[in-house]
Nanobody, 126 residues
Framework: QVQLVESGGGSVRAGGSLRLSCAAS????????MGWFRQAPGKEREGVARIYTKSGSTYYADSVKGRFTISQDNAKNTVYLQMNSLKPEDTAMYYC???????????????????WGQGTQVTVSS
């Protein structure tokens, strides 16, 4: 019974920072694709960042490049999303998700991710 639990969301002013955490449990694999997604009301869910836990390779949406950083602490089974220079358009529910026991993390779609967390709200005001 694998599960993901997000934390770290909150309300900040434009230009501020937040660090989201995704704690994973109940898995036995080291080669996983961990992703952060977000969804605003009335909008489609979009991928924000991904990390391949075996190699550390990362992938980012163009809208967050240079501002967000995804990282991992394998000893703690935790993936982080450091968000800097936040903008009002970053406001959304943020979800972490996982593709377990995979050989790649590039070119992944939301349907590829088998496990999802419940989400954490990020609100950026101006």
């Amino acid at each position: 019974q694998v599960q993901l639990v997000e934390s770290g969301g909150g309300s900040v002013r434009a230009g501020g920072s937040l660090r989201l955490s995704c704690a994973a449990s109940g898995f036995t694999y080291s080669s996983n694709c961990m992703g952060w997604f977000r969804q605003a009301p009335g909008k489609e869910r979009e991928g924000v960042a991904r990390i391949y836990t075996k190699s550390g390779s990362t992938y980012y949406a163009d809208s967050v490049k240079g501002r967000f950083t995804i990282s991992q602490d394998n000893a703690k089974n935790t993936v982080y999303l450091q968000m800097n220079s936040l903008k009002p358009e970053d406001t959304a529910m943020y979800y972490c998700a996982a593709v377990w026991n995979t050989n790649r993390c590039a070119n992944r779609s939301p349907v590829d991710f088998g496990t999802w967390g419940q989400g954490t709200q990020v609100t950026v005001s101006s």
